[in-house]
Structure formats: C-alpha cells, structure tokens
C-alpha cells in the first residue's frame, strides 16, 4: 500500500515537472533553460525528500504549486538546505561509525586547534598540516555495510549492465532510496571557471553550470584511512573506457593549493563511476551543484574534494528555507567549497545508476553515446 502511495505521488511530481519546465518562465537561451528546468526538478525532488515516507497527497500538490511560484533563486536557496540537510545526517551516521568516543583530536579540532599535526615518525605536533582525528580502523567495505544498515543504501563499484563494449565499471545502489535523495558525492580536485588546461579525453571530469570543474582522477576509489589529502594520485588509473562526462574536462597539472582532512573511506564517493544509459534506458539520477559551508567543520572530512587556487573561496549568502527551517545559522554567509552530488530522480532498489551525459552537438559523440527522452524533447523545440 505505501509503495502505491508513492508511486501516486512520484507520477504527480513527473507531471508538474513537465508543466513547469516547459513553461514560458524558462523561455531563455538553452543552458539556462535546462539549468532552471534542473533546478525545478530538484526543488520538488528533494522538498518531497525531506518530507519522508508518510508524505500525502496534499504534501505533494503544495510542494508542486510552491515550485510554480517560488522563483528561480528561491528554489535555488531550497534546494542546497534540503541537499545540506540530507549531508547532516550522512555526516552524523559517518560520525557514529568511525569516531571514537575518546576522541580527543576531534575536540581539539573543535577548539580552533585544527592547524597542528602528530608527525608521521616522531609524534611531534606540527604546523604545516591538519590535525588528523584517530578514527576505528574499519576498512571501506566495512563502513559500506555499516552506511547501509544506517541510512538504508550504500554503492557498490561492479562491472556495468550496460550492453556496449566500453561501459566498463559501473556503480549500483545496494538498497534502496527515495526519490530526491543523495545518492553520491562526485570527489576530487576543484578547479575555477576558465581553467585553461582541458582534456576532452579525461573521462573523470564534471563541470557545474557556473563553469567549476572537478577532476575525479585523482580521487580513484578512494583509500582506507582518514588522511591529509591535497588532490594528489594515491592509486593508478581505475576505469579503462572513455566516457566523458558534458560538464567539462581538464587536466591536472599540479597539486591543490589546499591541504584538508578528508575520510578517503567515504561509502558514497563514486559520482565518477556512474555511466550514461544505453539504449532503450533511462537516468535515474541527476547532477546537483552544492556549496558546501566551510564553516561546517564537523562535516569536512566526509566532504571529498580539495580546492585548487580560489575555486572554493566563494560566498553564500544564505542556505534559506522557503518552508524549511536549519537548526543552526552556521551554514550562512560561509566561504564556500562548489562541489556537486548525484541525487535520485525516481525510488530506487538495488539497481545500475546512470546519469545523462548530455554532450554537446559541438562535441564528437562517441558510438555507445545515445540521446535520452528530455535530449530528444529539446531537438524539437
């Protein structure tokens, strides 16, 4: 009875997603009409989210009559609370599996003594690095599993179902997930809008709408530690195909100016693996662009990607709610880390998760590439 409920529910949002996107408040040039039709979608996508599963009917309609009022730098605003909100509980779930209760460097770290450092060889605190908390030696499988039984889900990296020779890995949920939930982070290094150095070749980029690149590259699969991290390769390459992400290339060329404490053991750190649909399938997750407060101290380890030169010095002024409320104005006027998440545009169950790659028609498109309904919709407009 509750999955018919929403399934209910989920056609209602598939419908008043279409109405509104297709309205004459998004007649503007194309990248930002597609920006403000994602931005709607995840406005309704992660409000309903937020509700959680007893959501009725009525919430449903006020969330999609809201999204038709709201303008565009209110559903703006909506969208990185409710995105913030979601990471707040990931982050206190990662807490509860990893942190020690006698943790006295997470406390110190508290204290504003967070640019000190144990030396690696002599236990001799020093002033060059972070100060990095001792967590439980739990290897990444381990923090999966315990992810899972925590928050319901968790990813797993295994060779794509999609049916072309260069799919390669793919990554699946293990469990299951509502729709507007964050499904994944997209790590690695940030670069500025106009970094000169691209590669189309590099198939682990991703570029925001506001011209933010990240290179997952050196991220990899992460590793299995809490460690100092500066966007510096830790493993060898990790995926052999060449799929290239419509969100940008770039080629790294050097080091991130900004050294953090980042948990390389973070469960959901795969965005890089998810793969285009093949034929005859559809994405089942979209991108989200999300500033991070840096003023969030206590979350900054599980947010898995370092700065380059001032790519993540930008401002925000609010985190606001339109109906939502924060518990804490930590978040607000904050410098800014601009990272991206993956997040569900449908429920799902142990299933491959694709993204639409959405390359240019400027761009040689790659045989496996296949054009999605909403590309085929915008031909004919």
Same mark, same amino acid.
């Given at each position: 009875?509750?999955?018919?409920?929403?399934?209910?529910?989920?056609?209602?949002?598939?419908?008043?997603?279409?109405?509104?996107?297709?309205?004459?408040?998004?007649?503007?040039?194309?990248?930002?009409?597609?920006?403000?039709?994602?931005?709607?979608?995840?406005?309704?996508?992660?409000?309903?989210?937020?509700?959680?599963?007893?959501?009725?009917?009525?919430?449903?309609?006020?969330?999609?009559?809201?999204?038709?009022?709201?303008?565009?730098?209110?559903?703006?605003?909506?969208?990185?609370?409710?995105?913030?909100?979601?990471?707040?509980?990931?982050?206190?779930?990662?807490?509860?599996?990893?942190?020690?209760?006698?943790?006295?460097?997470?406390?110190?770290?508290?204290?504003?003594?967070?640019?000190?450092?144990?030396?690696?060889?002599?236990?001799?605190?020093?002033?060059?690095?972070?100060?990095?908390?001792?967590?439980?030696?739990?290897?990444?499988?381990?923090?999966?599993?315990?992810?899972?039984?925590?928050?319901?889900?968790?990813?797993?990296?295994?060779?794509?179902?999609?049916?072309?020779?260069?799919?390669?890995?793919?990554?699946?949920?293990? *469990?299951? #997930?509502? /729709?507007? $939930? @964050? =499904?994944?982070?997209?790590?690695?290094?940030?670069?500025?809008?106009?970094?000169?150095?691209?590669?189309?070749?590099?198939?682990?980029?991703?570029?925001?709408?506001?011209?933010?690149?990240?290179?997952?590259?050196?991220?990899?699969?992460?590793?299995?530690?809490?460690?100092?991290?500066?966007?510096?390769?830790?493993?060898?390459?990790?995926?052999?195909?060449?799929?290239?992400?419509?969100?940008?290339?770039?080629?790294?060329? *050097?080091? #991130?100016? /900004?050294? $953090? @404490? =980042?948990?390389?053991?973070?469960?959901?750190?795969?965005?890089?693996?998810?793969?285009?649909?093949?034929?005859?399938?559809?994405?089942?997750?979209?991108?989200?662009?999300?500033?991070?407060?840096?003023?969030?101290?206590?979350?900054?380890?599980?947010?898995?990607?370092?700065?380059?030169?001032?790519?993540?010095?930008?401002?925000?002024?609010?985190?606001?709610?339109?109906?939502?409320?924060?518990?804490?104005?930590?978040?607000?006027?904050?410098?800014?880390?601009?990272? @991206?998440?993956?997040?569900?545009?449908?429920?799902?169950?142990?299933?491959?998760?694709?993204?639409?790659?959405?390359?240019?028609?400027?761009?040689?498109?790659?045989?496996?590439?296949?054009?999605?309904?909403?590309?085929?919709?915008?031909?004919?407009?």
């Amino acid at each position: 009875m509750a999955f018919a409920k929403m399934l209910f529910l989920f056609s209602k949002f598939q419908q008043g997603v279409g109405v509104l996107a297709k309205s004459n408040t998004f007649a503007k040039n194309p990248r930002q009409l597609q920006y403000e039709a994602d931005i709607n979608k995840l406005f309704m996508f992660t409000s309903y989210n937020r509700l959680g599963r007893d959501a009725e009917e009525a919430d449903a309609e006020e969330i999609i009559e809201m999204a038709g009022k709201a303008t565009f730098s209110e559903q703006q605003r909506q969208v990185q609370e409710n995105i913030h909100y979601q990471l707040q509980n990931f982050c206190a779930s990662m807490d509860e599996i990893l942190l020690l209760r006698n943790d006295k460097t997470h406390e110190l770290n508290e204290s504003g003594l967070e640019t000190f450092a144990i030396g690696k060889d002599d236990n001799v605190p020093t002033a060059d690095k972070p100060l990095v908390p001792e967590t439980k030696p739990l290897k990444l499988a381990e923090i999966s599993k315990l992810l899972k039984d925590r928050i319901g889900y968790t990813l797993e990296i295994k060779p794509s179902l999609i049916p072309h020779k260069d799919a390669g890995q793919g990554c699946f949920i293990a *469990g299951e #997930a509502d /729709v507007g $939930a @964050v =499904l994944a982070f997209y790590p690695g290094v940030i670069y500025p809008p106009g970094y000169p150095n691209a590669d189309v070749q590099n198939s682990y980029m991703i570029t925001r709408y506001d011209g933010t690149v990240i290179n997952a590259q050196p991220w990899g699969r992460g590793g299995e530690s809490r460690q100092v991290w500066n966007g510096s390769f830790t493993i060898p390459e990790v995926r052999t195909d060449a799929k290239t992400v419509e969100h940008g290339s770039d080629k790294v060329e *050097g080091l #991130a100016n /900004v050294e $953090a @404490v =980042l948990e390389m053991r973070n469960p959901l750190a795969f965005g890089h693996f998810f793969n285009h649909p093949g034929k005859d399938m559809d994405p089942n997750v979209m991108v989200c662009p999300y500033d991070f407060p840096m003023s969030e101290k206590r979350m900054r380890a599980y947010i898995p990607n370092v700065a380059y030169g001032n790519a993540g010095e930008a401002k925000m002024t609010k985190l606001g709610g339109l109906s939502f409320k924060t518990e804490s104005d930590s978040s607000l006027d904050a410098p800014v880390l601009k990272t @991206v998440v993956l997040v569900a545009t449908r429920a799902l169950c142990n299933e491959e998760l694709m993204l639409n790659y959405r390359l240019s028609n400027s761009e040689r498109r790659p045989e496996w590439y296949t054009l999605v309904d909403e590309e085929e919709d915008e031909r004919r407009t």
